[in-house]
């Protein structure tokens, strides 16, 4: 295969991709990856604001975007960001499930307060399963219905390797500090996505749309010394990744390159997973 005709499986010309989450740290990249490699790109965020200021800078940039303020926990806000795609672009090829809660731990928003299991709150919980479950499976179910009706569609759910394997809860805890953990509904909520990935891949078996899940492994985002330190302890490569190193995997699993993939988690985390 020539080199032209290789680059040309990962062209998105002429096609419509939706990334909830798209003005978040992993979402703003996916939305511009996704521009750049030719789609018109329907930013969805709850972040309105934030949504049409990346959907403006990508449009200086010369690219095809326009911002959706999205609550993916909403059926009728859901029903209403693939109708945007649809009435502004008049399809809809490509689904990213990006959006998730998902709790941080720098400096700025360490709790003072333990966020034990034994203790930890059910609205909490639940309003992370209806983000971060709930709203994938809502996504998927408004935006597979104009891709079964093209005949075509691809969808990337992106989930974490905590879905994977569980927190090393280690690396939260400082000495002197109330004890922190990362919560169960962010391993539970990733790991469900995992699920709903092989059932929907199987589910449009002969459909013609492919299903797949990205986990990445952390991503650095001004994280403090000392959670950079323990994190990168963990993994093979010895750090964190970079917000930028998972778009080469997503702009792969979006675009003909990936094909012949469906069903399958692809894993980009520095070796986190492979001790």
């Known amino acids: 295969m020539s080199e032209a005709r290789l680059m040309h499986k990962f062209e998105l010309t002429g096609r419509v991709a939706v990334v909830t989450g798209g003005a978040g740290l992993l979402g703003a990249e996916f939305s511009r990856t996704l521009a750049e490699a030719g789609a018109r790109v329907v930013i969805a965020d709850l972040n309105a604001a934030a ?9 200086r940039d010369g690219l095809h975007a326009i911002g959706v303020e999205t609550d993916v926990a909403s059926p009728a806000s859901v029903h209403e960001m693939v109708s945007a795609a649809l009435d502004t672009f008049n399809r809809l090829d490509i689904l990213v499930n990006s959006a998730a809660l998902d ?5 700025q928003h360490r709790s003072a307060q333990s966020n034990a299991f034994e203790d930890y709150p059910l609205e909490a919980w639940r309003q992370a399963l209806e983000v971060n479950l709930t709203g994938a499976f809502l996504c998927c179910q408004a935006a597979v219905k104009p891709m079964l009706e093209q005949g075509s569609g691809v969808i990337v759910n992106i989930a974490s390797v905590y879905g994977i394997v569980a927190p090393d809860q280690r690396i939260y805890q400082r000495p002197g500090e109330p004890a922190q953990y990362k919560p169960a509904y962010y391993t539970v909520t990733k790991a469900g996505l995992l699920g709903l990935t092989r059932y929907l891949a199987t589910y449009y078996a002969g459909k013609n749309i492919r299903v797949n899940a990205l986990t990445p492994g952390g991503v650095y985002n001004n994280h403090d010394d000392d959670f950079v330190k323990a994190y990168s302890a963990r993994t093979v490569l010895g750090r964190m990744a970079e917000k930028d190193e998972m778009n080469p995997a997503l702009l ?5 390159a990936s094909s012949y993939m469906t069903g ?6 520095g070796g986190w997973t492979a001790w």
């Open 264 to 269: 399958a988690n692809l894993i980009i985390d």
């Open 103 to 107: 709790p941080k731990f720098d400096s």
């Open 51 to 59: 949504a049409s200021s990346l959907a403006d800078t990508l449009a």
């Open 252 to 256: 792969f699993l979006v675009s003909d």
